[in-house]
């Protein structure tokens, strides 16, 4: 009881919001949502300015009402979970990253770098590339495809299911080989009592029946990098003669979405100056082409480019992402689904209590392949040979990839360290941060408060869920996969 009483109490690190009426925080050190009620918020509000001593914080909750028995129960509960500290106790202030030794879960596959489109923003072979692709191969083999699938086979531990990700350059480019590599990988994988999943990226110019019904055929997800309806599109995603993809792609994915029945068919779009009118885009896409979910991501550039977002862009991107996640909220309340990606991707986190030490699996679970065979963190560096992790044929170099992950591990990333949106945000994408300061471990400090904004906007969304519809969020875990 004499160490009790020598402690000295302050607020631990949270995040303090309202919804529907209530109160709530969320814990970073835990990555947790927790409801207020009245005693614990009147901790919070005593330790508010400063700390405070057992004894006394002890006697203001009982001079308050509540029974020392009740009042010293409280403190010690609020200790345990990390709602307040003691000066005697330092915080972990990030979460162990996974050992080096951590299972894959899923490849990407570059088959092809080429393209048949000259989008004027791509990171791979834009204007902020890093691929160096000069004498390596263009198109992927069926023998390097097939050594990828036993790599990933080999690498997984125990997992019963992995995943692979077509990508390209274009994808269906290389169609031929999609197909051949998808009847090997789910002979491979079922001789092991396994299962494989796939999934790929398309800009959907080359899609046919036969293509459609093959990708329904083996339950292929499909993304579609769309920037929506045809003067947007058109804008950046064209032809190499200048010439706008839209009129090619529009009825392509009008049979995509009517003959694909097995998987969600989503679009992915690219927010560039002049084209951030998020709310046209997602009605455009959604309502009018039929697209089961809509993704928006700012696009990745360094300061210098034509097609960057500025400040104005991102003021106008998230006002759009406001209204939209509104529409999100209102369907949840009256217990429906709704296709802004954005808000359902952090509110399944939410649900799952998310704690990253790394921003995503880049390097972890996840790696992707050249069609050389060379190994990177994640697609967004393949053919770029400072960031190449190994190769099939030699493996994975195991020093390379600590080093990756050491400094990608968000409690190297100093400016991360007082933010309390870490936990899901752990610093943001590592191509973002080589394009912008050169560093893949940097944080990407220009998107840190555009990024606490919007996660406060979500922990809101679930703290009204919580409050006025909890059953959704169980139903919403389910439908994701999350429970």
């Not at 109160?23 to 901790?43: N, R």
């Not at 110019?205 to 947007?232: C, H, K, Q, R, Y």
């Not at 802004?340 to 996840?366: D, M, Q, R, W, Y």
């Not at 996660?455 to 409050?467: F, H, M, Q, S």
Request: include cysteine; hydrophobic fraction near 35%; proline fraction near 3%.
């Amino acid at each position: 009881m004499t160490v009790m009483l020598s402690q000295r109490y302050r607020r631990g690190e949270l995040h303090e919001f309202e919804a529907a009426e209530n109160g709530f925080i969320y814990l970073v050190s835990a990555g947790a949502i927790f409801a207020l009620d009245e005693v614990t918020k009147s901790v919070l509000d005593l330790l508010e300015h400063g700390e405070m001593d057992h004894a006394d914080l002890v006697g203001a909750l009982v001079a308050a009402g509540n029974e020392r028995e009740d009042a010293e129960g409280l403190v010690r509960e609020l200790r345990l979970v990390g709602v307040i500290h003691s000066k005697e106790i330092t915080p972990a202030r990030a979460p162990a990253g996974p050992p080096m030794d951590y299972p894959l879960q899923a490849l990407v596959l570059n088959v092809t770098n080429q393209c048949n489109l000259a989008c004027t923003y791509c990171y791979e072979f834009g204007s902020d590339k890093i691929a160096t692709p000069q004498g390596k191969p263009k198109y992927m083999t069926l023998e390097t495809a097939k050594a990828s699938i036993d790599f990933l086979l080999e690498s997984s531990g125990n997992r019963e299911a992995v995943h692979v990700t077509f990508f390209g350059g274009e994808t269906l480019m290389n169609f031929k080989l999609l197909r051949e590599v998808v009847d090997y990988a789910n002979l491979q994988a079922s001789g092991q009592g396994r299962k494989i999943t796939f999934s790929l990226t398309t800009n959907g110019t080359l899609l046919t029946d036969e293509i459609i019904d093959f990708l329904s055929d083996n339950a292929i997800g499909v993304t579609v990098s769309m920037d929506g309806p045809a003067e947007l599109q058109d804008k950046r995603r064209v032809y190499k003669n200048g010439k706008g993809s839209y009129a090619v792609i529009e009825p392509r994915l009008r049979a995509l979405i009517a003959r694909h029945k097995t998987r969600a068919i989503t679009a992915r779009v690219t927010l560039t100056d002049g084209v951030t009118d998020v709310i046209r885009i997602y009605r455009h896409l959604k309502d009018d082409i039929g697209f089961h979910e809509v993704g928006f991501a700012p696009v990745t550039a360094s300061d210098n480019q034509d097609y960057s977002l500025g400040d104005t862009g991102m003021e106008t991107v998230l006002d759009g992402f406001h209204a939209l996640s509104e529409e999100w909220l209102e369907y949840a309340l009256r217990g429906q689904m709704h296709g802004f990606t954005n808000v359902s991707e952090t509110i399944g986190e939410l649900i799952s209590g998310t704690n990253k030490s790394h921003p995503c699996g880049a390097g972890l679970g996840l790696l992707g392949v050249s069609p050389s065979g060379d190994l990177s963190p994640c697609h967004r560096f393949t053919d770029a040979d400072t960031h190449t992790l190994g190769n099939l044929e030699t493996g994975l170099d195991q020093g390379k990839r600590e080093d990756f992950l050491s400094r990608g591990h968000v409690g190297a990333k100093y400016e991360c360290q007082t933010c309390w949106a870490r936990p899901l945000c752990a610093g943001g994408c590592h191509h973002e941060a080589f394009v912008r300061y050169g560093d893949t471990g940097h944080a990407n400090l220009h998107y840190c408060d555009w990024i606490r904004t919007w996660t406060d906007t979500c922990l809101k969304i679930y703290g009204t869920i919580a409050a006025r519809n909890p059953g959704f969020l169980e139903h919403f875990a389910k439908r994701k996969g999350l429970s």
